[in-house]
């Protein structure tokens, strides 16, 4: 039913309408209840407003622009917080009209004429809104008693690839002589405890002898991977000496495309050999006598696809595999070998994906330590689609569950044919990865919103959960591409994607049972990998307790869109004193980190929970992460 445009008047404060030196303004006291802004108009009697020329000032909050509000980038109308509305051309006494499209009512269209007074709003609380102004409530209880099983301390790993502007101008300079501090003191903040090199795609056609010795030395090489000019000011020696300063382990990508076995067995003993043998010294005659020790070295990368050099079947690659690790482990038997398998999205037993995993567990079964897999969602062919924001929303927050139906399936392919070894599973590459926003941009030009800050958490938290079986996670990629960090010339900024892995990094390692009970909603399909699914909890939640066991953590999710939610905890009879909180938000799930706004999302100190009638409580704002520490 549309509302009354009597009714829509009273947004506008009385009296505040005047002309400015460029053009005019006006107030805006929304009393109704949160409402959802996808798109926004003003109109002068028959002249549309250029949407450039209108901006949207609400306290404490970077500016809307009016053309930045879409149905993917949506503004929230906050509930009695006056904001302004200003535009950059004269009214001229001409009646301005204001048309919004909204989530939860449809489409909202009134006027207003400067020439006449308005009545003083009042406390309206019209029925329409009435679902959307209501706090919700949730209730999570924790039992410090009933154990999990422990996460990895690799499941927040990073990937850096020799792809577009990861490597040169984001993690080093666009030379590739020195590292960016700006790069580098954010990358410290995160703490990653693993990092994969030198990719990806890049992987299967990259030699490494090309990046080592006198940099004016060593050739510029054409990357038939991403068809660009690789310059190899960047290799081994340089990738490894970030790790040692950012105190990271690093897992190396082995060459089985267009590579040898014996060109990789010389990379594990350039990197782990004493400086008393021939790779050694060699390594030792460029700048680093004491040996790299690079523990973990995987082979391959996606060659089950056509894109892959090197692409091939499943039995081929065990049989090159097998090669590549009994030369490599010759060098240095104590490496951890990572083996190429692939995701099954589906429960079919002739699954492509499932019969790949199959013959490279039963054949390599005594020579890998993990079996890789990669998932980005949503799947790229569904690119083209056009879903209603809501839907999108829900279906994003939805999508790690298929994530653990992976992790489900694969660790169920791991006991059925290697059952005699602990063969761990890494989820080597994965990854948001919807359209850009700018059009005519590189592909991997996404931009992070507070959205996908909620689903991050909750893939981090699955991964966490699942410690048993996932015993490695990269994020695709660190710097630039799908990033965790965006850098320009001069700076660079935290994504979105940014803070989950803070938060994350706060847990504990011992992961305990907890239960949820709150509202849930159903989402829907969007693509082959991110299926509908009911009945899915607006709350998400994961506990753990410090070795010691004086120390309970808990990490919140709230998925509601436009809802604050009220959550009971009950964290266990000896863990009411909470000592710290942090909390993830914005002002709505659209918003993003840019270089003009770098803190629309970020943490900060958050609420501890109080008692209230005898119940521990706390308020989550909508769309936001939530942390709290207690102690014994």
Known sequence: MPIPEFILKKLIVPGSFHQTQQGFRFNILNTFGPVTILTFNLRL?????????????????????????????????????????????????????????????????????????????????????????????????????????????????QFVEHLE??????????????????????????????????????????????????????????????????????????????????????????????????????????????????????????????????????????????????TTTPLEYAQRAAKFIQAMKQVDPSIKIVGVGNNPLTDDPEDEATLWNQVVLERLKSDIDYLSWHIYQPDKSNWQESYDPLELFQAVCAAPLDIEEIIKRVESQIHAHADEKNILQAVDEWNLWLPPREKNVSMHRVTYTMRDALYATSVLMIFLKYGRTVGMANLAQLVNVLPLIETSSTSAIPTAMFFPFILAGQMQRNIIHSSVESET??????????????????????????????????????????????????????????????????????AFNSFEHPDSIKISDGALPKLDKGKLVVTLAPASVYFVEFEK
Not at 136 to 146: G, H, Y
């Open 45 to 157: 009697g028959n002249t549309l407003i250029p949407n450039e020329s209108i901006t949207i000032a609400i306290p404490g909050m970077p500016d809307f622009n009016g053309a930045s509000i879409t149905p993917e980038n949506f503004m929230l109308l906050p509930v009695k917080k006056e904001i302004s509305v200003f535009s950059s051309l004269p009214s001229s006494g001409l009646p301005i009209y204001i048309k919004a499209m909204t989530r939860e009512v449809g489409e909202i269209e009134f006027c207003i004429n400067p020439d006449k007074a308005t009545s003083k709003p009042r406390e309206l609380k019209h029925s329409i809104f009435a679902n959307f102004s209501r706090v919700k409530e949730a209730r999570v209880d924790v039992f410090p008693e009933q154990p999990v099983g422990q996460a990895s301390p690799f499941i927040l790993g």
């Open 165 to 310: 502007r990861c490597v040169y101008d984001g993690i080093w300079t666009v030379d590739g002589k020195q590292l960016r501090q700006d790069t580098l003191d954010l990358i410290t903040q995160l703490h990653p405890p693993l990092i994969r090199y030198p990719g990806g795609n890049f992987a299967s056609g990259y030699h490494w002898e090309d990046g080592i010795g006198a940099r004016e030395a060593r050739p510029v090489c054409h990357d038939a991977a991403w068809q660009a000019e690789e310059s190899n000011q960047v290799g081994t020696d340089e990738f490894l000496s970030f790790c040692e300063k950012i105190g990271a382990e690093a897992v190396i990508c082995v060459n089985d495309g267009s590579g040898t076995a014996e060109e990789a067995a010389r990379w594990v003993a350039y990197c782990n050999d004493s400086e008393d043998t021939e790779q050694g010294a060699r390594r030792a005659a460029n700048g680093h006598p004491k040996p790299y020790n690079v523990k973990y070295w995987g082979i391959g990368n996606e060659v089950w696809g056509p894109w892959q050099i090197g």
């Open 521 to 590: 909603f159903n989402s829907k399909a969007i693509s082959i990998n991110i299926q509908a699914h009911e009945n899915i909890p607006y709350l998400d939640a994961l506990a753990s307790l410090s070795d010691d066991r004086q120390i309970m953590t808990l990490l919140l999710v709230n998925r509601y869109p436009a809802n604050r939610l009220t959550v009971e905890i009950n964290p266990g009879s000896a863990y009411h004193r909470a000592k710290n909180a942090l909390k993830l938000s914005a002002k709505s799930p659209g």
